[in-house]
C-alpha cells in the first residue's frame, strides 16, 4: 500500500505546487515579469498566518492578514520595484535581479524576527485518519485539494467572465490597446500580482499547519512554481495547475525507487525531459515567426 500512500500525499504536495505555479503563471503571463519574488510572498504569507495563530488572533483571522499581507507584497513590488525599473526601460534580467534581491531581503528579514528554524502549528487538522490498512490522510489533504480545484475554477470565471479578466488576458499581447479601451495597464498589472500573490496564500496556510516553516522555504516554492509553469507551458494557467500536481506525484512516488535526497531531482528530470521534447509545454503554444 506505500504506492497508495504516496499517491495521496502526492495529491496533497500537487495541489500546493498547483496553486503558487498557477500564481507565478498568472502574473507572468499578464506583465511578463519575472517576479522571482514570488516565493517571499508564500513565505510571508505563511508566517503572518503563523504569527496571527500564536498570539491567539484564531485562524481565521490569521488566513485573512495573510492573504492581505501577500497581495500587499505583490501590488508593492510592481508598484515600488518593477514600475521605476520599467520606466527607465530596465532590462529584464535587472528585474530578476531587483525581484531576487527582495526575495533575498524578505528571508533575511524573517529569519531574524522568527529564527531560522523550523517552526509548525499544531491542529487537528493535521492529524492522519486511517483509511484503510496502511493509508493514513490528513484532512489537510482534501482541503488543499478542494482549494486548488475552487481557486481555480474562481479564476477561469474572473478571467473569461468579467471584463478586468478579459483585460488581463490581454495586457502582455497589446498594452496599447488596453489603453485605447480606457484601461491603465499599470492598474491592470497591480491586479495581476495582488491575483498572483492571493493564491499561495491556501498553499502557505497548507503548509504552516502541516509540514511547517523555514523562511529558506521560498527559495524551493520559487523553483517549483518555474518548473511547473515550464512544464506546462509559459502563460497557460490551467497547464500550470495541471503540471503542479504531476510534480507533486511524481516527487512522492519517486519514493518508491529512490532515496527521499533524490525525489527533488524526479522534479527538475521532468522538467528537462519536457524542454527538449516539446519546448512550449504541455499545454503551450508554439511560438510562429
Known amino acids: 500500500m506505500l504506492w497508495l500512500q504516496l499517491t495521496f500525499t502526492g495529491l496533497q504536495v500537487g495541489a500546493l505546487y498547483a496553486l503558487t505555479a498557477a500564481g507565478f503563471s498568472l502574473i507572468f503571463g499578464a506583465t511578463r515579469v519575472f ?46 520595484v518593477y514600475a521605476p525599473i520599467q520606466r527607465h526601460e530596465g532590462s529584464f534580467f535587472t528585474v530578476f535581479v531587483a525581484s531576487f534581491g527582495i526575495g533575498i531581503a524578505v528571508q ?72 485605447a479601451y480606457g484601461l491603465d495597464p499599470r492598474r491592470l498589472s497591480s491586479i495581476a500580482f495582488a491575483l498572483g500573490s492571493l493564491l499561495v496564500v491556501p498553499s ?3 503548509t504552516a499547519l502541516g509540514s511547517g516553516l523555514n523562511p529558506t522555504l521560498g527559495h524551493h516554492v520559487m523553483l517549483i512554481s518555474l518548473a511547473a509553469t515550464i512544464v506546462g507551458g509559459i502563460g497557460s494557467i490551467g497547464g500550470a495547475l495541471v503540471a503542479g500536481f504531476i510534480l507533486g506525484l511524481a516527487e512522492n512516488l519517486a519514493l518508491v525507487v529512490f532515496e527521499s535526497q533524490w525525489t527533488e531531482a524526479v522534479t527538475f528530470a521532468i522538467l528537462f525531459l519536457v524542454i527538449l521534447l516539446r519546448p512550449a509545454g504541455l499545454f503551450g503554444r508554439h511560438a510562429t515567426r
Open 108 to 179: 533575511n528579514v524573517l529569519g531574524m524576527v522568527f529564527g531560522r528554524s523550523f517552526v509548525t502549528i499544531s491542529t487537528g487538522l493535521s492529524r492522519s485518519v486511517k483509511l484503510m490498512d496502511g493509508v493514513y490522510v490528513s484532512p489537510l489533504a482534501w482541503i488543499a485539494v478542494a482549494c486548488a480545484g475552487l481557486f481555480f475554477v474562481a479564476l477561469l470565471l474572473f478571467l473569461n467572465r468579467t471584463h478586468v479578466g478579459m483585460a488581463l488576458r490581454a495586457l502582455a499581447d497589446s498594452p496599447e490597446l488596453i489603453r
Open 204 to 206: 502557505a496556510v497548507i
Open 35 to 80: 517576479h522571482f519574488a514570488h516565493g517571499a510572498a508564500f513565505v510571508l504569507a505563511a508566517y503572518v498566518f503563523y504569527w496571527a495563530e500564536t498570539s491567539g488572533l484564531g485562524m481565521v483571522a490569521g488566513i485573512v492578514l495573510a492573504a492581505l499581507a501577500a497581495m500587499a507584497f505583490g501590488v508593492a513590488m510592481d508598484r515600488l
